[in-house]
């Protein structure tokens, strides 16, 4: 970005405080992700008996109605990029283990507020919008260990280049998902941020598949959804039709994890 304007008063917003304190000071990690607000996983549950679609979390009125009234979209879109990059930048940086992991526990210990507020409204296409995801990604993944192994399992029967950069094999258990969420975010901090984005990208296309895999296997052969159906989430018509949803919003988040390794490696992820 071309210009960096003068960061806004913290009493204006927090996460405009965070961020100054980030990119002036190289922390990020502690005090300032203070106070947040549990603003949900990106990804939806992933139960097999009741998917959603999926997006990433957004902000809620009454804190997108205090930003609104604190400092413009130019300043926040400023402070976005800026907390990224300061983020990033302190972890690789540093040769203090405890700094990576209090920064790949950060959902854990203070919540995803502060990561809402200044990440989530990020241009698909930039290093806060695939850090929002990376985190987001990591959140869904543990929360929903179980069936997310089950989804790999039926996405990728069995071992193909997929399973080999994703460093994960064809029958995951409950703990392989989890040291895997944990590898693919800390990857991105301390190892090849490109290589990070395109395990996620490779996990992620295998999990959508599964979740196509289970749809067709939940509706009955050429069953058709009606309207009363619609809202009648026990119907196996409106399961797959809602399986086969969150399939295609996690497809689009794999191509957003490829376009980010793309860009990252061309200097231009910003």
Same mark, same amino acid.
Do not use: C
């Given at each position: 970005?071309?210009?960096?304007?003068?960061?806004?008063?913290?009493?204006?917003?927090?996460?405009?405080?965070?961020?100054?304190?980030?990119?002036?000071?190289?922390?990020?990690?502690?005090?300032?992700?203070?106070?947040?607000?549990?603003?949900?996983?990106?990804?939806?549950?992933?139960?097999?008996?009741?998917?959603?679609?999926?997006?990433?979390? @957004?902000?809620?009125?009454?804190?997108?109605?205090?930003? /609104?009234?604190?400092? $413009?979209?130019?300043?926040?879109?400023?402070?976005?990029?800026?907390?990224? /990059?300061?983020?990033?930048?302190?972890?690789?940086?540093?040769? $203090?283990?405890?700094?990576?992991?209090?920064?790949?526990?950060?959902?854990?210990?203070?919540?995803? $507020? #502060?990561?809402?507020?200044?990440?989530?409204?990020? #241009?698909?296409?930039?290093?806060?919008?695939?850090?929002?995801?990376?985190?987001?990604?990591?959140?869904?993944?543990?929360?929903?260990?179980?069936?997310?192994?089950?989804?790999?399992?039926?996405?990728?029967?069995?071992?193909?280049?997929?399973? /080999?950069?994703?460093?994960? $094999?064809?029958?995951?258990?409950?703990?392989?998902?989890?040291?895997?969420?944990?590898?693919?975010?800390?990857?991105?901090?301390?190892?090849?941020?490109?290589?990070?984005?395109?395990?996620?990208?490779?996990?992620?296309?295998?999990?959508?598949?599964?979740?196509?895999?289970?749809?067709?296997?939940?509706?009955?052969?050429?069953?058709?959804?009606?309207?009363?159906?619609?809202?009648?989430?026990?119907?196996?018509?409106?399961?797959?039709?809602?399986?086969?949803?969150?399939?295609?919003?996690?497809?689009?988040?794999?191509?957003?994890?490829? @376009?980010?390794?793309?860009?990252?490696?061309?200097?231009?992820? #910003?």
């Amino acid at each position: 970005m071309s210009t960096r304007p003068a960061f806004p008063d913290s009493s204006n917003s927090s996460a405009a405080a965070a961020a100054a304190h980030a990119a002036s000071h190289g922390s990020g990690l502690g005090p300032g992700f203070g106070s947040l607000r549990a603003a949900g996983a990106a990804f939806s549950p992933a139960r097999m008996g009741s998917l959603r679609p999926s997006r990433p979390a @957004q902000l809620d009125p009454a804190v997108a109605d205090g930003l /609104a009234g604190g400092m $413009d979209p130019q300043a926040l879109s400023e402070m976005s990029h800026l907390s990224a /990059a300061a983020l990033l930048d302190r972890v690789r940086h540093s040769e $203090d283990p405890e700094v990576v992991q209090r920064v790949l526990t950060l959902v854990e210990t203070v919540g995803v $507020d #502060e990561i809402a507020e200044l990440w989530s409204d990020a #241009e698909p296409d930039s290093l806060p919008g695939v850090l929002w995801r990376l985190y987001m990604l990591r959140t869904w993944m543990r929360n929903n260990r179980d069936s997310i192994a089950q989804l790999w399992r039926l996405g990728e029967p069995v071992a193909t280049t997929a399973s /080999a950069i994703a460093g994960v $094999d064809q029958a995951p258990t409950e703990d392989d998902i989890v040291r895997l969420a944990d590898s693919i975010l800390s990857g991105a901090f301390v190892g090849d941020f490109a290589v990070a984005l395109e395990r996620a990208a490779a996990f992620t296309d295998v999990v959508a598949l599964g979740l196509r895999v289970a749809a067709k296997r939940s509706a009955p052969a050429g069953a058709e959804l009606t309207a009363k159906q619609t809202g009648d989430a026990t119907h196996p018509a409106t399961r797959a039709a809602r399986l086969l949803h969150t399939s295609a919003n996690l497809m689009t988040t794999a191509r957003t994890f490829e @376009q980010g390794a793309h860009l990252w490696r061309r200097g231009r992820l #910003e």
